[in-house]
């Protein structure tokens, strides 16, 4: 099967299939890719990677969608931590 043919396959497939396609090349692709890649992440990192990924895969409802807006309001909310932690001190 060439890459066109399995891209093809790919993008026919159900959501419920896609979904578990995804999580099955996202555990493949850490195994073999990955971990022969040059400056690969500390073994803690890579845990911490795959933990958050099973935390999100469990509850997909508790991620949070990313509009245009959200990197500003991130900034805010660090802004706001830090001025807050600055005046505790």
């Known amino acids: 099967m060439s890459l066109k043919e399995l891209e093809q396959q790919v993008q026919q497939?159900?959501?419920?299939d896609?979904?578990?396609f995804s999580e099955w090349f996202d555990v493949f692709?850490?195994?073999k890719v990955l971990t022969d890649?040059?400056?690969n992440i500390a073994e803690a990192?890579?845990?911490e990677v795959l933990r958050r990924q099973a935390e999100y895969l469990a509850n997909t409802s508790l991620a949070t969608a990313w509009d245009d807006g959200f990197f500003?309001?991130?900034?805010?909310?660090l802004a706001?931590?830090?001025a807050q932690k600055a005046?505790?001190?």
């Open 13 to 16: 497939l159900p959501k419920p």
């Open 18 to 20: 896609l979904a578990k």
């Open 29 to 31: 692709r850490e195994a």
């Open 37 to 39: 890649a040059p400056g």
């Open 45 to 47: 990192q890579q845990e």
């Open 72 to 77: 500003d309001r991130l900034r805010q909310r």
């Open 80 to 82: 706001d931590a830090r």
């Open 87 to 89: 005046a505790s001190h």
